[in-house]
């Protein structure tokens, strides 16, 4: 396969042209570049959704953290195991919550000023254990990249040479649900499969040499609060510590990987991987996907509103709705309207299952690719059914 010029999946581009799979029922090829150019979306958003205000942003944290310890207060007054499953399910969605403001930080869209965005970055990440330098950088990665097969960061596919070669136990536990939405602290500390590094070690591949000391600094601070629930359970016991923590942070860890994963995968139409001179950064922006999640819309800070955020990640996250609603007449074809969701997103179960499914790997070759499916994969259940 590796000497073909043209791609086995009847969804990829051959020849230069666009195959079974990737047009739309309107003959809309996504992979199509695309007739604006990103100045053009630049000009269409209002000025004044470039303002950062690091009061309002200040305003979102309190009120995130005033959450978060009275949802604690309430479930250790209650003490009862009929509240400590809401309790988790609420607390894993707020620590969920921190995370995306901790984000913002990172991004340089919560202020102007670098080191408050550092110094509140690093209290909301450190937090749920999040290295926050280490991320940051390798977020920033995934943002300059995005929609390369090679270069990504987040959530990349695999070249078929090196999903070929995984253990056949890596590939079920990659590709079978639930367990790719636990993930998340396993990617921070050996990345994906064919890339070598950790989010905690300051000589990885992953920094740059003027950047390895702040990645010290951001390891340190999550070793501080290891070091503080270590403590803890030893002064209120280690079930407590689960449930108010432990619990709580595998679901934060579940919605992380759920939205993150559902951002570039897993829309009803084939969407297109760049290599090579295909690919550009507005290429790859518009492979991006907004979502609604219904009720967690705001609870989350409007991160489903994905798009407009990738494209300029400057803006801040309660300006991304009017951003997008101005820039969708530029877009055109290339913004896909998101599904109308209910109070909780559970039409996105489906959407999820079904990209982890059939989305495994992409061609070694071509600078325009899109998701293959292993037959092979799941023969081992249907032979063991039988």
């Keep these: 396969m590796a000497g073909e010029k043209e791609h086995s999946f009847n969804g990829e581009r051959a020849g230069g042209k666009t195959t079974d799979g990737v047009g739309g029922g309107d003959g809309f090829d996504p992979s199509a570049p695309p007739p604006f150019r990103i100045a053009d979306i630049r000009a269409a958003i209002p000025k004044h959704c470039w303002v950062k205000d690091p009061w309002k942003s200040m305003s979102y944290v309190l009120r995130d953290v005033v959450v978060v310890f009275g949802l604690a207060v309430a479930a250790i007054y209650s003490d009862s195991w009929l509240v400590w499953p809401l309790y988790w399910a609420a607390q894993g969605t707020m620590f969920w919550a921190l995370f995306v403001l901790g984000h913002d930080c990172g991004h340089g869209s919560f202020s102007d000023n670098p080191k408050l965005n550092s110094i509140v970055g690093h209290l909301l990440h450190s937090w749920i254990l999040v290295p926050y330098h280490g991320w940051r950088i390798s977020h920033r990665t995934h943002h300059q990249n995005h929609g390369h097969v090679e270069n990504d960061e ?94 709580p942070y595998l679901v934060f860890v579940m919605w992380l ?109 071509g600078d325009v690719v899109y998701y293959q499916t292993d037959p092979h994969l799941y023969q081992f259940f249907h032979d063991k059914s039988k």
């Design 154 to 247: 987040s959530w990349v596919p695999l070249p078929e040479k090196i999903y070929k070669n995984l253990d056949n136990s890596v590939r079920i536990l990659r590709f079978t649900v639930p367990f790719p939405i636990f993930a998340y602290p396993m990617y921070l500390w050996h990345r994906s499969p064919g890339k070598k590094g950790s989010h905690f070690n300051p000589d990885s591949d992953l920094f740059p040499t003027s950047e390895r000391k702040a990645v010290l600094t951001s390891t340190l601070c999550w070793c501080m609060m290891v070091a503080l629930l270590v403590c803890v359970s030893f002064v209120v016991g280690l079930p407590q510590v689960l449930k108010l923590y432990g619990v």
């Design 257 to 365: 990987d759920f939205v993150t994963y559902l951002h570039h995968h897993g829309y009803e139409q084939k969407l297109p991987w760049y290599r090579g001179k295909e690919w550009s950064y507005l290429r790859g922006g518009l492979t991006t996907v907004d979502r609604d999640y219904g009720w967690f819309n705001n609870i989350h800070h409007d991160i489903g509103t994905h798009v407009i955020h990738h494209l300029f990640p400057q803006i801040p996250h309660y300006h991304l709705i009017e951003a997008t609603k101005a820039a969708r007449p530029v877009l055109g074809k290339y913004y896909r309207e998101p599904k109308k969701s209910g109070p909780i997103p559970i039409h996105l179960l489906k959407n999820l299952t079904r990209s982890i499914k059939q989305d495994h790997y992409v061609s070694d070759t």
